[in-house]
Structures are given as structure tokens and as C-alpha cells.
């Protein structure tokens, strides 16, 4: 079993950063593509990046591109996602997934959820 733990949320007045992290157990993930999910208040989950094992291949929904960067380091089994020049809209809370296999967006297919981590951004 796969455990999943966000955290680096917070609030941020709109304008500043945040770096986001996602530490899992149970398993090493080093072959696992990672992903970010988002949902703001009232709305659905939101896809938001991903990458894949090597780092080799990584993807941003539009309305981040630009601004945030996905990473991690399998040697500690995390994903990162640095937010930068964050905006009001972006506001929510964020969840890190993994899945064996490329889903694509279509996240409600992705294998292993953390519990989420509220990103507040003032404006």
C-alpha cells in the first residue's frame, strides 16, 4: 500500500511563491508518474501537472504554465511542485497522485491519493 503525504501548503498574499511537497511510503514511486490535482472551493478537481519517472517528460494545464514547475527526487521518493506568481484563482486545495501507468488528465483514474494540502492566495 502507497501513502501519500502532501504538505508546504499555506496562505500567500497574490504575487508570492510556494513549494509544495509530496512524500510517499509503502513504496518506492521511482517508476511511478506523478501527478497534481487541484479543487477551489464550490468547483471540481482541476488537473494540474505531471511527470514521469526520469523527469524526462513533465506537463502543465494552461493556467499554470509558466508558473509552476513540477520536480522530484526518487532517491526521496518525493514530488515537488514550486508555485510561483500565484494568483487569487489559484486558490485550493492541492493533492499529489501516482499512478504505474501515463493517464493523462483523467485523474479520477490515477491509483494512489494523498489527502491534500490548502493553498490560500490573498489578493
Known amino acids: 500500500q502507497v501513502q501519500l503525504v502532501e504538505s508546504g501548503g499555506g496562505l500567500v498574499e497574490a504575487g508570492g511563491s510556494l513549494r509544495l511537497s509530496c512524500a510517499a511510503s509503502g513504496r518506492t514511486l521511482s517508476n511511478y508518474w506523478m501527478y497534481w490535482v487541484r479543487q477551489a472551493p464550490g468547483k471540481g478537481r482541476e488537473w494540474v501537472s505531471v511527470?514521469?519517472?526520469?523527469?524526462?517528460?513533465?506537463d502543465y494545464a494552461d493556467s499554470v504554465k509558466g508558473r509552476f514547475t513540477i520536480s522530484r527526487d526518487n532517491a526521496k521518493n518525493t514530488v515537488y511542485l514550486q508555485m510561483n506568481s500565484l494568483k487569487s484563482e489559484d486558490t485550493a486545495v492541492y493533492y499529489c497522485?501516482?499512478?504505474?501507468?501515463?493517464?493523462?488528465?483523467?485523474?479520477?483514474?490515477?491509483?494512489?491519493w494523498g489527502q491534500g494540502t490548502q493553498v490560500t492566495v490573498s489578493s
Open positions: 497522485a501516482a499512478d504505474k501507468y501515463y493517464r493523462g488528465t483523467y485523474f479520477t483514474s490515477y491509483e494512489y
Open positions: 511527470i514521469n519517472s526520469g523527469s524526462g517528460t513533465r
